[in-house]
């Protein structure tokens, strides 16, 4: 691997070269497939460093996915689609021995006709259970005209397991797979395959991306600029007058197309009152760089994060698996 100018918020590994190459990719549109999958990489890659101890690394990233609760897309050379994940059925018995089933729907959109109709379809995977956990690596979920690998973790979290080569995951609030009749439409598939070209003169639409803390890279690529966010921990606090703050913690690395990149740290919390929400006393906007997004509490292990993806790109990976998608 190319040796490369990495950072984790202060220790810094040189090479001028590769941070002409970093900024002469990130001036590149957001349609562009193979340029955005290795921009977020060097950036990912700066945030995190370098994974140590693998001698054989698998060349597949993994993205996690709460059930129920979150979809993703998947953006390839073939197309994109939108993938909601059923709760798992089934479970382990008292010696953690069982069988678990999980039932997925999908809306696929052709590259080669995104002013087409989309296709539909729906899946399952199995995992046999024993002691508790999987006894089988990971599943491949047929998805679309691609496929991606399941792997069963816990009742309430999955992993997405994708090639960060060919291909791009985004995870989304679920409501946003059907969306909410006369309020919410559902989300849009052209504009991951056009960038924001194909929205210039068409309404916003925001949507809610789910972003995990603990062990993950959040990573922002915006129409300036990219940034690079690692969210801390959760906290509650209780204030005089029956009040109460419920937030986490952020540090950021924003690269900017031109200038100087800028690092810096942050929270976001939910204020209550006599256990009512008070928007007043509330701060919810993520700020990096120039890059801003409304935050909204999910529970004590991750967040929303409120964008329009015609002209910005949430992606969120394992931290310990960055270094694979420069691979």
Not at 92 to 101: I, M, Q
Not at 115 to 138: P, Y
Not at 254 to 275: A, F
Request: hydrophobic content about 35%; overall charge neutral; proline content about 5%.
């Amino acid at each position: 691997m190319t040796e490369c100018r990495a950072f984790w918020f202060g220790h810094v590994i040189e090479s001028e070269e590769y941070l002409r190459l970093e900024r002469r990719q990130r001036s590149v549109p957001l349609g562009d497939l193979q340029t955005m999958l290795r921009s977020i990489a060097l950036a990912a890659t700066m945030l995190v460093g370098p994974a140590v101890g693998q001698s054989k690394p698998s060349t597949d990233a993994q993205t996690p996915i709460v059930y129920g609760r979150g979809m993703f897309v998947c953006v390839s050379e073939e197309g994109a689609v939108a993938v909601r994940i059923v709760r798992p059925v089934g479970s382990a018995n008292e010696t953690g021995n069982g069988l678990v089933r999980i039932r997925y729907q999908w809306r696929f959109l052709s590259a080669s006709n995104p002013d087409g109709d989309e296709m539909k379809g729906a899946g399952k995977v199995l995992h046999t259970l024993k002691d508790g956990r999987s006894t089988k690596a990971s599943s491949a979920m047929k998805i679309g005209s691609t496929t991606v690998g399941w792997q069963y973790q816990s009742p309430r979290v999955g992993l997405i397991e994708f090639n960060p080569r060919k291909q791009r995951i985004y995870v989304f609030e679920e409501t946003s797979f059907e969306g909410m009749p006369g309020h919410i439409p559902p989300l849009g598939l052209k504009a991951f395959l056009l960038g924001d070209s194909s929205s210039a003169k068409t309404k916003a639409v925001v949507v809610g991306g789910l972003v995990s803390y603990e062990g993950t890279a959040t990573l922002v690529q915006g129409p300036e600029g990219l940034a690079i966010i690692k969210f801390g921990e959760v906290f509650s606090r209780e204030l005089p007058n029956a009040r109460q703050q419920h937030g986490v913690s952020y540090l950021f690395r924003y690269l900017p197309d031109s200038g100087s990149d800028t690092k810096g740290e942050g929270e976001v919390y939910e204020s209550y009152k006599n256990n009512m929400y008070d928007s007043a006393g509330s701060s919810v906007v993520v700020r990096a760089g120039a890059i801003e997004m409304d935050w909204s509490r999910g529970g004590d292990e991750d967040g929303f994060l409120y964008y329009d993806p015609s002209k910005m790109r949430i992606q969120t990976c394992k931290a310990s698996d960055v270094e694979k998608l420069l691979q």
